[in-house]
């Protein structure tokens, strides 16, 4: 089963979805709690789940169009084919040691960076917009290459996560010589 969940205000997010008109569940995680659950640090990402509730692909980065897989560098006819034969039982779940070895730990800084904007989430809901800036502000310091973090908290800023604030960051960070996405090895 597919599940889809946008990361971001639902007002933001309902218009895409009823738009697409899926089929199979589709959710919404303003206070992105499936990306602190599964170290998620940017979007589009997916995660395989299999019948008995374990991980059998960790977070990685994953586009159905080839638009989205020509911004990010990844094949996604590759990965809609691995993601298809894993479906139909034809390539199984990866050993516990090869997952374990693709699931990076989360740094000291990135869990603080967390905690700080989940408070600025709780600040922001109770009213304190000022208070709620700050801790989202020391959570994107913290963790630079956290997008989810940094770009989840452009609209509650009153910026656009996908304007001019967006393409300058992503630009600065390549121009350090970091990749936004990191995709997993297609196998």
Do not use: C
Request: charged residues 25%; negative net charge; glycine residues 8%.
């Amino acid at each position: 089963m597919v599940i889809t969940v946008a990361v971001d205000r639902a007002s933001d997010a309902r218009p895409w979805i009823e738009k697409a008109a899926p089929t199979h569940p589709s959710l919404v995680d303003e206070a992105h709690h499936l990306g602190e659950l599964y170290n998620m640090v940017n979007v589009p990402t997916v995660v395989w789940i299999d019948e008995e509730g374990r991980i059998a692909r960790p977070n990685d980065v994953a586009f159905t169009t080839e638009w989205g897989g020509k911004y990010a560098k990844v094949s996604t006819d590759e990965q809609m084919a691995l993601l298809r034969s894993w479906i139909r039982g034809e390539t199984p779940s990866q050993p516990e040691d090869v997952l374990r070895g693709q699931i990076a730990a989360m740094p000291d800084e990135s869990q603080e960076a967390r905690a700080h904007f989940g408070l600025g989430w709780w600040l922001l809901q109770s009213g304190h917009t000022g208070a709620a800036e700050h801790h989202f502000h020391l959570g994107g310091e913290l963790a630079p290459d956290d997008f989810m973090i940094r770009r989840g908290t452009m609209r509650f800023r009153e910026s656009d996560p996908f304007g001019a604030e967006f393409v300058q960051m992503v630009a600065d960070w390549h121009e350090l010589g970091h990749s936004y996405y990191l995709p997993l090895p297609v196998e």
